[in-house]
């Protein structure tokens, strides 16, 4: 493969679209969110004091989201704030990446010979 033939096909291989990144990230990271919190309220929690505690590190996450609670409703509240924390995730990463892979100049990638 010559150097023209590989200028042109470089940037359709090298670029990641970051939209779709985004999706990717943010679907993800809300399933698992949610998942993670319906296992806990599944599994239930332990009693102290007299009162249920169920996913006391999780739970930390309302410091972060307000509004999540390790409850059957905090799983789709969850969901929708990992989502978009995932989604923005995603979109940096495409764009470090892009901007990484497809610098000009000194450094950059270049094709293999032969």
Do not use: C
């Amino acid at each position: 493969m010559d150097d023209k033939q590989w200028d042109i096909i470089r940037p359709a291989i090298a670029r990641m679209r970051a939209s779709v990144m985004a999706v990717a990230f943010g679907f993800f990271a809300g399933i698992a969110l949610f998942a993670a919190t319906l296992w806990l309220v599944v599994r239930g929690g332990h009693m102290a004091n007299g009162e249920e505690i169920i996913g006391p590190h999780l739970g930390l996450l309302s410091n972060f989201y307000p509004g999540y609670r390790v409850t059957l409703g905090g799983a789709f509240v969850g969901f929708a704030y990992a989502a978009v924390t995932g989604a923005v995730a995603g979109y940096v990463v495409a764009w470090v990446y892009n901007t990484i892979a497809l610098r000009g100049g000194k450094g950059a990638a270049t094709p293999p010979k032969g």
